[in-house]
């Protein structure tokens, strides 16, 4: 029988020593969600209109339509089922966004906690649990997305749930588990539909260890998949898979890809370089000693091989959706498996350094000074992630003089949107709006969502020209978007309209005011006067 291996005595009194900086960082996130959930105004643009189709959903009406020459022309490119989730507690007659970011926020927990449940399995040592979710919590990925109205942590949170349930079936499959791990799954492509890879890694990973329950697995969870697809499309028409494939095919950038990865190593750096030393000493470890690892060893390593294999899918599709636009939500994923990883790695290293009777002095001290290497890399994101320390009162804010991060809601923000819901109650007629929540409480409908239609038109998949023509007829009363209008040389800069848009609202629109300053900067157009018409 193997001898079960030691940990060197201070190596879990390290982890929960890094721990619990993570921990205390991540409650600027906490108190940032908080504060979002008291407030009724938008902090990303797609906010409003998954709020519209919560609306629409009360009122029984679908949310895949055919875009033709009437509006609304919204996209519903996400999954029904979030959307369904903020129907149930969003008042249509003053409608805010309180119960979404609430799902928002129980969704960062629950994220958090099944990696954290999933390290606790896998290594039985708290310390390493709340490392790596005090990692993930901290970091500026997930503060800058948790207080938002969006699909990405709900979808994260049900495949991170279906994971953690995966990994603790390893080893005692039965079909009422395989039926359990493929719901939550389900329900994760049912929130978006391209969480696909957390199901996609745990099949490979059971390819390699227990092929048997691997197709089981594949089988159901696929087959469940197909027909919830062929339900959908059969209820909307074919609609469903227009919107939430068709149209989400966007052009891939380099640029936008190059954006990622200057990103990922600027506030990564740390936990990719402790990683990779990880990777290259497990890896040497178990091809040197495959047949002698303990079980608890053997158990480490397997969740590492998972979530390496989550990790690399992630990554992939991140490189492979460099698209105009794409932002921090696609790097949720693959921050999730970095963190859970981490800790894993450097806990298989500890447990090959306890084991003194098995190697050579040679490789005890080179597994010590990798120890040694890793625990110093750890502390040094771990700092990344708490630098700098707050220097001003608890109400600034942890991060209140970090320009990098958005910083919290402030007064600033409030009276400015009271400014701008006032002219919008007050107006006249129907409104165009890149932030819908000022046309939804003042009564009226979104019928326009600019950054999505704009992408359209511009790859030939929907003619604009009805909407066009409203605006040179001076149909819409007012016009918020986010760009200035008024440079049309640098049209090709903008990415919410097309340079024909740009064109119509200069010639028949007039800049009425502006909110450069903002985190959000808006400005506001009004129709010009017959007088005032610009020749030609």
């Known amino acids: 029988m193997t001898e079960r291996r030691r940990l060197p005595e201070f190596i879990p009194w390290v982890a929960l020593a890094l721990a619990l900086p993570t921990l205390w960082a991540s409650t600027a996130m906490w108190r940032f969600a908080v504060e979002a959930i008291e407030y009724p105004y938008q902090l990303d643009p797609i906010e409003g209109k998954i709020l519209q189709q919560a609306l629409w959903m009360q009122e029984g009406r679908t949310i895949y339509f055919a875009l033709g020459d009437e509006p609304p022309w919204i996209v519903g490119n996400y999954p029904?089922?979030?959307?369904?989730?903020?129907?149930?507690?969003?008042?249509?007659?003053?409608?805010?966004?309180?119960?979404?970011?609430?799902?928002?926020?129980?969704?960062?927990?629950?994220?958090?906690?099944?990696?954290?449940?999933?390290?606790?399995?896998?290594?039985?040592?708290?310390?390493?649990?709340?490392?790596?979710?005090?990692?993930?919590?901290?970091?500026?990925?997930?503060?800058?997305?948790?207080?938002?109205?969006?699909?990405?942590?709900?979808?994260?949170?049900?495949?991170?749930?279906?994971?953690?349930?995966?990994?603790?079936?390893?080893?005692?499959?039965?079909?009422?588990?395989?039926?359990?791990?493929?719901?939550?799954?389900?329900?994760?492509?049912?929130?978006?539909?391209?969480?696909?890879?957390?199901?996609?890694?745990?099949?490979?990973?059971?390819?390699?260890?227990?092929?048997?329950?691997?197709?089981?697995?594949?089988?159901?969870?696929?087959?469940?998949?197909?027909?919830?697809?062929?339900?959908?499309?059969?209820?909307?028409?074919?609609?469903?898979?227009?919107?939430?494939?068709?149209?989400?095919?966007?052009?891939?950038?380099?640029?936008?890809?190059?954006?990622?990865?200057?990103?990922?190593?600027?506030?990564?750096?740390?936990?990719?370089?402790?990683?990779?030393?990880?990777?290259?000493?497990?890896?040497?470890?178990?091809?040197?000693?495959?047949?002698?690892?303990?079980?608890?060893?053997?158990?480490?390593?397997?969740?590492?091989?998972?979530?390496?294999?989550?990790?690399?899918?992630?990554?992939?599709?991140?490189?492979?959706?460099?698209?105009?636009?794409?932002?921090?939500?696609?790097?949720?994923?693959?921050?999730?498996?970095?963190?859970?990883?981490?800790?894993?790695?450097?806990?298989?290293?500890?447990?090959?350094?306890?084991?003194?009777?098995?190697?050579?002095?040679?490789?005890?001290?080179?597994?010590?000074?990798?120890?040694?290497?890793?625990?110093?890399?750890?502390?040094?994101?771990?700092?990344?992630?708490?630098?700098?320390?707050?220097?001003?009162?608890?109400?600034?804010?942890l991060w209140s003089d970090r320009s990098a991060w958005r910083p919290p809601i402030t007064r600033a923000d409030l009276a400015r949107d009271l400014e701008i819901q006032g002219i919008f109650d007050a107006a006249e007629g129907p409104v165009l709006s890149e932030y819908g929540i000022y046309t939804l409480r003042s009564g009226r409908e979104m019928l326009h969502e600019p950054f999505l239609m704009s992408q359209l038109a511009r790859q030939g998949l929907w003619d604009e020209t009805p909407l066009l023509d409203r605006i040179r007829r001076g149909e819409f009363a007012l016009i918020l978007v986010r760009d200035d209008f008024r440079h049309a040389g640098q049209a090709g800069s903008v990415l919410s309209a097309t340079p024909e848009l740009i064109e119509a609202v200069n010639q028949r629109f007039t800049l009425e005011r502006s909110w450069p300053q903002f985190v959000i900067p808006l400005h506001l157009w009004r129709p010009r006067e017959a007088s005032d018409q610009p020749p030609g």
Not at 279 to 288: E, I, P, S
């Open 80 to 397: 029904p089922l979030y959307p369904r989730l903020c129907a149930l507690g969003v008042d249509p007659a003053l409608p805010d966004f309180a119960w979404p970011r609430e799902l928002a926020l129980l969704s960062t927990l629950v994220a958090g906690l099944a990696m954290a449940g999933l390290v606790w399995h896998l290594t039985r040592h708290a310390g390493w649990a709340l490392l790596g979710m005090g990692l993930w919590w901290s970091s500026y990925e997930v503060y800058y997305w948790t207080p938002l109205c969006r699909v990405d942590l709900p979808a994260l949170a049900l495949a991170s749930a279906g994971l953690l349930v995966g990994v603790m079936s390893l080893g005692r499959w039965s079909w009422r588990r395989v039926v359990i791990v493929s719901g939550l799954f389900w329900l994760a492509w049912l929130t978006r539909q391209s969480q696909v890879l957390f199901p996609a890694a745990l099949i490979l990973f059971l390819a390699l260890t227990d092929r048997g329950w691997a197709w089981r697995l594949a089988m159901v969870w696929a087959l469940g998949l197909a027909v919830l697809l062929g339900l959908l499309c059969l209820i909307t028409g074919g609609q469903f898979w227009v919107h939430t494939v068709r149209y989400n095919v966007n052009v891939w950038s380099w640029d936008q890809t190059w954006v990622w990865i200057r990103h990922l190593w600027r506030m990564w750096h740390w936990g990719l370089m402790a990683l990779a030393l990880g990777w290259g000493v497990w890896l040497t470890l178990c091809r040197a000693l495959p047949a002698d690892e303990s079980q608890r060893e053997r158990r480490v390593s397997h969740g590492i091989t998972l979530l390496t294999l989550a990790l690399l899918l992630n990554l992939l599709n991140v490189m492979a959706t460099g698209k105009v636009g794409a932002d921090k939500n696609y790097l949720l994923e693959p921050l999730w498996c970095l963190c859970g990883l981490l800790p894993l790695v450097w806990h298989r290293v500890a447990l090959a350094v306890g084991d003194g009777a098995r190697d050579p002095r040679w490789a005890q001290r080179s597994l010590a000074v990798t120890l040694v290497t890793l625990t110093a890399a750890l502390a040094l994101q771990v700092w990344c992630a708490v630098d700098p320390l707050p220097r001003r009162p608890w109400h600034r804010g």
